[in-house]
């Protein structure tokens, strides 16, 4: 993915990225500011039409959005003028399905991510937490075969994004759903990812990938437990190194610009 701009000089945002993944598989991106990895999640999604190269799910190539390909932002994107169930019902309602199968299907979704009783509440009542759940829950609603997730827990304090990380996992489980999900965070990569890219910028490609058990160990139960197993401290210590060389790679490189 190169992006050209106004001036003349060009962004390679994504150089020789290949990757293929199982149904089912649960993937997480990590790696330093401005590698590419909100570029590739839009690719993945059809927002961004790649400048080389294709995206093919399930034999078809990708050609823009699709409800096949669900997405979880940061935050900001419920629609703050309508109560919880309608912000889920959203897409079936767009489908034509009637209300009672609708109904059904939210009652369902919201019973899963631990909002039951917040249906009839405005987006604004809930908490930041809360929102998140809402919009995990408005994504399901479409039945996608893939999720993707852009930092869907990078503005919770710790607490919440502790809790919605084990969300995370029992929906992976429960649903069977083939998730990316992008985060900023060595933990959460570790912990959400069966299997982990890690990105290096300039131009924006993977570093390295690795496969992991912790995803696996956190499903139902204490993640705090699963950050003292076996292998995590380790593993963890290797990719901070990693990416730490990688971000004073960048800032030297930008004092030499200066
Ligand atoms: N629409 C765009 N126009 C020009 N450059 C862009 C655009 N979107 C992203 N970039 C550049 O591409 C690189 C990757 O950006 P991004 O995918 O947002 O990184 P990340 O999400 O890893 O922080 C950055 O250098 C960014 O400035
Ligand atoms: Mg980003």
């Known amino acids: 993915m190169r992006f050209d701009l106004p001036n003349g000089s060009s962004i390679q945002a994504l150089k020789d990225v290949s990757l293929e993944l199982k149904d089912g598989e ?84 919201l019973e899963t991510v631990g909002l039951a009783d917040f249906k009839d509440k405005a987006v604004y009542e809930l908490s930041g937490g809360m929102q998140q759940r809402v919009a995990l829950a408005r994504c399901l609603a479409n039945e996608p ?3 993707l997730m852009d930092e869907p827990l990078g503005a919770l304090d710790a607490l919440t994004r502790e809790k919605m990380q084990g969300l995370v996992l029992d929906l992976w489980k429960e649903t069977g759903k083939t998730i990316i999900l992008i985060t900023h965070s060595v933990e959460e990569a570790l912990l959400l990812g069966e299997r982990l890219l890690v ?54 490189r930008s004092e030499d610009v200066a």
């Open 26 to 109: 649960l993937l997480s991106v990590l790696g330093p500011s401005g590698c590419g990895k909100t570029t590739l999640l839009n690719i993945l999604a059809g927002f961004l039409a790649p400048t080389d190269g294709k995206i093919v799910l399930n034999g078809n190539t990708v050609a823009g959005p699709g409800p096949e390909r669900g997405m979880v932002f940061q935050s900001g994107a419920l629609f703050e003028w309508m109560d919880v169930r309608a912000n889920v019902d959203f897409g079936p309602r767009m489908k034509g399905m009637p209300k009672k199968e609708r109904d059904q299907i939210t009652d369902h979704l």
């Open 145 to 147: 075969d893939v999720i």
């Open 199 to 252: 990105m290096a910028p300039r131009p924006g490609r993977i570093q390295k990938e690795y496969r992991l058990p912790f995803a696996e160990r956190g499903v139902g139960s204490d993640l705090r437990l699963v950050k003292k197993s076996e292998g995590f401290a380790e593993t963890r210590d290797e990719i901070l190194s990693m990416i730490w060389e990688m971000e004073e790679e960048i800032m030297g």
